[in-house]
Nanobody, 116 residues
């Protein structure tokens, strides 16, 4: 089982990044997928979640609503987080997670730094 995030990096305030989460080793389509982040000295927090199978249910943290978009490609076994209008307070390590019942898989994280 592997979840591998990519797409992080250094970006100026107001810029955009697209994170990807490549899935392997299990059947992804039924799993709920979520993105979380952890800033230095802070607890890990939920950023966005998208339901499995039909992707009809999507929830965002208030802090990212209107700026971030979560999506998934079940056939391609990849999840995405499009991040626009980035702010310095979005700086964190971003993790993807797949959950189905009591089964949870985490990626290793990708660093996002928003700074001028």
């Amino acid at each position: 089982v592997q979840l591998v995030e990519s797409g992080g990096g250094l970006v100026q305030p107001g810029g955009s990044l697209r994170l990807s989460c490549a899935i392997s080793g299990f059947s992804f389509s039924n799993f709920h997928m979520s993105w979380h982040r952890q800033a230095p000295g802070k607890a890990r927090e939920l950023v966005a979640v998208i339901s499995g199978t039909d992707s009809r249910n999507i929830v965002y943290a208030d802090s990212v609503k209107g700026r971030f978009t979560i999506s998934r490609d079940n056939a391609g076994k990849t999840g995405y987080l499009q991040m626009n209008s980035l702010k310095p307070e979005d700086t964190a390590i971003y993790y993807c997670k797949a959950t189905l019942g009591t089964t949870t898989y985490w990626g290793q994280g990708t660093q996002v730094t928003v700074s001028s």
